[in-house]
């Protein structure tokens, strides 16, 4: 096998990033992004129709921004010219738009303008494309990292279709892996290689669906292993080493996952912040998904704090918006402020307690009767709260209380703790039930 003498027949393409030669040429081949690109979908349509008008692409790198830019490309009778907003400025912009011009008018050839990273323009750079996507001058495709409503001008945005692209699962990742093994023509088919499946997993695992990373540390992986026996084995300690990043013990599926997450919740129950920020760090290490640990927070905050610190949900909740909202890596420092929080606040369960004894009751046949005088309809309320069967008003008394039935039973569900402000809660709902002095 003479990898030279293959370079020079394919033009050149093997010193190119695997990532780089493996990208899809039909719309068969980009992995994901069935919510746009499935079978029926109007961006699917609209490129096997060549009847695309200007797109935005926006989604997290390595995700086929790029890719479907360029089946588009392939797919189109259009001109298809790409530029950079890295690299174009104003005067190439006017450059390209009078170049299109000049093709329609000649050619009678429409053009396709492809602005890799358009995030990067600034507003006068954008506010140059804009009169000549509104007139047709040019179909523009816009890929970008950032939400373009924020970061596009409106207008521009208002005269294109506006497609989100999710990062790729990990099934997807690793399918996109095989194929590039498979493949003598782009890929590394022409190397013997056995990779373990669990290599291809933690690729996939770490590289957290972007695909050009994971691509690439395939690559190297294939590249700087030596053969042993004719091979070159890729295991999961020579994926780890190419991607940089070590493996840990945690399979997201089995053991690892539910013990860690145990771990966690437990340590934070356990008032140990220092214990519970380490699973966390496990945990975000090895690619938990963040909004999974967001989710056990705010059940957390229900269950083990509860009354004792109501702050302690709201914080729970907020940390899993901002989750959404910032992503990784930054959002591990929310996860780790409402962890530290959590794990020191005051503990209760008593409103777990409280539902579990209540649905207990109803589970097991004991259904009561809404009180009449609670019921749904139009009846008088007293003043003085000595009417038979009438609702007493409880803002008409001091305190805002008054001793009346709303439940057939003396059954008690909640019963307050005594730490952070539940004791204050504790205190107050001994006078209401007859504890007080």
């Known amino acids: 096998m003479d990898l030279f ?3 020079v027949k394919d033009g050149g393409m093997a010193s190119r990033p695997l990532a780089a030669r493996m990208r899809p040429r039909t719309l068969d081949e980009i992995a994901g992004q069935s919510h746009i690109l499935g079978e029926g979908s109007l961006l699917r349509r609209a490129i096997q129709a060549d009847r695309l008008g200007s797109v935005i692409l926006y989604g997290p790198p390595g995700c086929g921004k790029t890719s479907v830019a360029e089946v588009i490309a392939s797919a189109t009778r259009r001109c298809f010219v790409r530029t950079s907003g890295v690299l174009a400025n104003v005067a190439d912009l006017r450059a390209l738009i009078e170049s299109a011009r000049l093709r329609f008018r000649h050619e009678k050839r429409e053009t396709i303008l492809f602005v890799d990273e358009i995030h990067r323009f600034n507003k006068a750079q954008q506010d140059v494309l804009l009169p000549h996507v509104e007139e047709g001058t040019v179909t523009l495709i816009g890929a970008t990292t950032h939400n373009p409503m924020f ?11 506006v497609f989100e692209l999710r990062p790729l699962d990990e099934e997807s990742v690793i399918q996109l892996l095989a194929r590039a093994l498979a493949d003598e023509e782009r890929g590394l088919g022409l190397y013997p290689v ?8 933690h690729i996939a695992r770490v590289c957290e669906g972007d695909a050009r990373r994971a691509l690439n540390a395939l690559e190297v992986a294939v590249l700087t292993t030596p053969a042993a026996d004719g091979r070159i084995l890729v295991t999961v300690a020579v994926a780890a080493d190419s991607v940089q990043k070590k493996t840990v013990v945690y399979d997201h599926d089995e053991d690892g996952h539910y013990d860690t997450i145990s771990a966690f919740i437990k340590s934070v129950r356990g008032s140990d912040p220092d214990a519970a920020v380490y699973w966390l760090a496990k945990m975000l290490y090895a690619g ?14 229900s269950e083990d704090i509860g009354n004792a610190d109501p702050r302690g949900l709201l914080m729970a909740v907020a940390a899993l ?9 930054e959002a ?8 530290t929080y959590l794990a020191t606040a005051p503990k209760s369960n008593a409103a777990y307690k409280a539902i579990g004894a209540a ?27 000595d009417e038979a069967g009438a609702y007493i008003y409880p803002h008409d008394y ?3 209380y008054v001793e009346q039935q709303y439940v057939p039973t003396t059954t008690v569900y909640y019963e307050p703790g005594e730490s952070g402000y539940e004791a204050t809660i504790a205190q107050r709902m001994k006078g209401m039930r007859g504890g007080g002095d």
């Not at 970061?151 to 279709?161: D, G, Q, V």
């Not at 938990?288 to 905050?301: K, Q």
């Not at 989750?323 to 890596?329: C, Q, S």
């Not at 591990?332 to 962890?339: E, G, Y």
């Open 288 to 301: 938990e998904d963040p909004r999974f640990v967001a989710r056990r927070l705010v059940i957390l905050a």
């Open 332 to 339: 591990r420092i929310t996860l780790s402020q409402v962890t």
């Open 398 to 400: 001091d305190g805002h």
């Open 194 to 201: 056995q990779a373990e499946a669990a290599a291809l997993a």
């Open 359 to 385: 649905l207990k009751d109803v589970e097991q046949g004991r259904s009561l009767a809404v009180p009449g005088h609670l019921k749904n309809k139009r009846l008088k309320v007293t003043e003085g709260g």
């Open 151 to 161: 970061f596009i001008n409106t207008p521009l945005t208002s005269r294109s279709m």
């Open 5 to 7: 003498e293959n370079q």
């Open 321 to 329: 918006q901002a989750v959404e909202f910032v992503g990784m890596p």
